[in-house]
């Protein structure tokens, strides 16, 4: 079975920082790409940003500038850098990943972890 943890959200006033982090464990053997996705309430998840094995990284256009995702391989571990946070970036975020077990590739979900950007 594969685990996430994810942790690191939290309340933050605007124009302030935050950083997420996202552990995986389990029998794998290897993780692909990487993605922090939101939700708000209400409404469908969407694409934050995303990181290949390699390290090439995509960024939704709302928090182009302001977030950073990283990750690092060796401890199969995601992060999102979350800078100049904004009232609208108030979702619940989660990480994903496409991981491979015996040789199928398949995506799997963390718990989800809440950040709210008030004053």
């Known amino acids: 079975q594969v685990q996430f943890v994810e942790s690191g959200g939290g309340l933050v006033q605007p124009g302030g920082s935050l950083s997420l982090s996202c552990v995986v464990s389990?029998?794998?053997?290897?993780?692909?790409?990487m993605r922090w996705y939101r939700q708000y309430l209400g409404y469908q998840r969407e694409l934050v940003a995303s990181?290949?094995?390699?390290?090439?990284?995509n960024y939704a256009d709302s928090v182009k500038g302001r977030f950073t995702i990283s990750r690092d391989n060796v401890r199969n571990t995601v992060y999102l850098q979350m800078n100049n946070l904004k009232p609208e970036d108030t979702a619940v975020y989660y990480c994903?990943?496409?991981?491979?077990?015996?040789?199928?590739?398949?995506?799997?979900w963390g718990q989800g972890t809440q950040v709210t950007v008030s004053s």
């Open positions: 389990g029998n794998f053997e290897s993780i692909n790409t």
């Open positions: 994903n990943a496409d991981i491979l077990i015996n040789r199928i590739l398949t995506n799997y």
């Open positions: 990181i290949t094995y390699g390290g090439s990284t």
